[in-house]
């Protein structure tokens, strides 16, 4: 039985027609991919990941999987390299980087979309983004990317609830923004400082966190996580500073608030929303 939301999700997409979609591994991006196999000929649906040095090579090899799951015709999953890192306005890191970032994604998802004759570009960008900080959405908007679940006004919690419904295997699983995210907004992304996010995460995964991050400032790695108990377990404190060193932090601070996403866009929502 569909709500209303769902009957207007399903509505949009069924006259999309055509589309390129970009998955990037989490729920929203496959939920998308999933409702236009299933509501539009799955030989006019095509889902391509960006692959680069900002992104965890597990999520690429996820989004591969997630493929599979949606069971697309053969070609129609595409991984494409983006040089976002080539862009000095994005490695200078400023408080509008993921504008730079998604209009090099969605300048690829474009052209590859007029290559093959595709009507849309869409996203899982949704009615939550638009209470946050989303410099990327304006890229969007410039280069008339879709975004059925925005415009059908679905949350993420509308998003999840679907998603489990339908079945989705990461109907529950932690958001997972590009790597360029932990670095604090005017610190230079390098692919040196990404690399030492990505194994300390990936660390920090290994030990059984799910949601976290590893911030990066500069000597300093400030780990946010939601479980603290697990954290504090016995022997797993000093584990994780010596590791974490070892990747090449000179110190390792926990932060006693706890894991908050977007928690670097503090400031700038301040600004924002309320100023």
Same mark, same amino acid.
């Given at each position: 039985?569909?709500?209303?939301?769902?009957?207007?999700?399903?509505?949009?997409?069924?006259?999309?027609?055509?589309?390129?979609?970009?998955?990037?591994?989490?729920?929203?991006?496959?939920?998308t991919?999933?409702?236009?196999?299933?509501?539009?000929?799955? %030989?006019?649906?095509?889902?391509?990941?960006?692959?680069?040095?900002?992104?965890?090579?597990? $999520?690429?090899?996820? +989004?591969?999987?997630?493929?599979?799951?949606?069971?697309? @015709?053969?070609?129609?999953?595409?991984?494409?390299?983006?040089?976002?890192?080539?862009?000095?306005?994005?490695?200078?890191?400023? %408080?509008?980087? +993921?504008?730079?970032?998604?209009? $090099?994604?969605?300048?690829?998802?474009?052209? #590859?979309?007029?290559?093959i004759g595709?009507?849309?570009?869409?996203?899982?960008?949704?009615?939550?983004?638009?209470?946050?900080?989303? @410099?990327?959405?304006?890229?969007?908007?410039?280069?008339?990317?879709?975004?059925?679940?925005?415009?059908?006004?679905?949350?993420?919690?509308?998003?999840r609830?679907?998603?489990?419904?339908?079945?989705?295997?990461?109907?529950?699983?932690?958001?997972?923004? +590009?790597l360029?995210?932990?670095? @604090?907004?005017?610190?230079?992304?390098?692919? %040196?400082?990404?690399?030492?996010?990505a194994?300390? $995460?990936?660390?920090?995964?290994?030990?059984? #966190? &799910?949601?976290?991050?590893?911030?990066?400032?500069?000597?300093i790695? &400030?780990?946010?996580?939601?479980?603290?108990?697990?954290?504090?377990?016995?022997?797993?404190?000093? &584990?994780?500073?010596?590791?974490?060193? %070892?990747?090449? #932090?000179?110190?390792?601070?926990?932060?006693?608030?706890?894991?908050?996403?977007?928690?670097?866009?503090?400031?700038?929502?301040? &600004?924002?929303?309320?100023?």
């Amino acid at each position: 039985m569909m709500n209303d939301k769902e009957s207007i999700l399903i509505d949009i997409i069924k006259k999309l027609d055509s589309v390129v979609i970009g998955l990037s591994g989490g729920v929203d991006s496959t939920l998308t991919a999933k409702l236009c196999v299933d509501y539009l000929n799955a %030989e006019k649906v095509w889902v391509v990941t960006g692959d680069s040095k900002s992104i965890m090579s597990e $999520e690429l090899e996820y +989004c591969k999987e997630l493929a599979s799951w949606l069971e697309l @015709p053969v070609d129609h999953f595409v991984i494409i390299n983006t040089d976002e890192l080539d862009d000095p306005n994005y490695t200078a890191n400023p %408080e509008n980087r +993921c504008y730079y970032c998604k209009h $090099e994604l969605f300048g690829k998802l474009t052209e #590859f979309a007029e290559k093959i004759g595709a009507k849309h570009v869409i996203d899982g960008s949704n009615a939550t983004d638009l209470t946050d900080y989303r @410099p990327g959405m304006q890229a969007g908007r410039e280069l008339k990317v879709r975004a059925p679940l925005a415009e059908a006004g679905f949350t993420k919690e509308d998003i999840r609830s679907l998603a489990k419904k339908l079945g989705l295997p990461n109907w529950d699983k932690p958001a997972m923004p +590009c790597l360029s995210s932990r670095i @604090p907004y005017h610190s230079q992304v390098t692919p %040196e400082k990404l690399d030492q996010v990505a194994r300390a $995460e990936r660390y920090l995964r290994s030990l059984g #966190f &799910r949601q976290f991050r590893v911030r990066h400032h500069d000597k300093i790695a &400030r780990i946010e996580v939601e479980d603290l108990e697990l954290f504090l377990k016995n022997g797993l404190r000093e &584990r994780i500073d010596r590791k974490l060193k %070892e990747i090449g #932090f000179t110190y390792v601070a926990l932060d006693l608030g706890g894991f908050k996403s977007g928690n670097l866009n503090i400031d700038i929502k301040g &600004r924002k929303f309320n100023g």
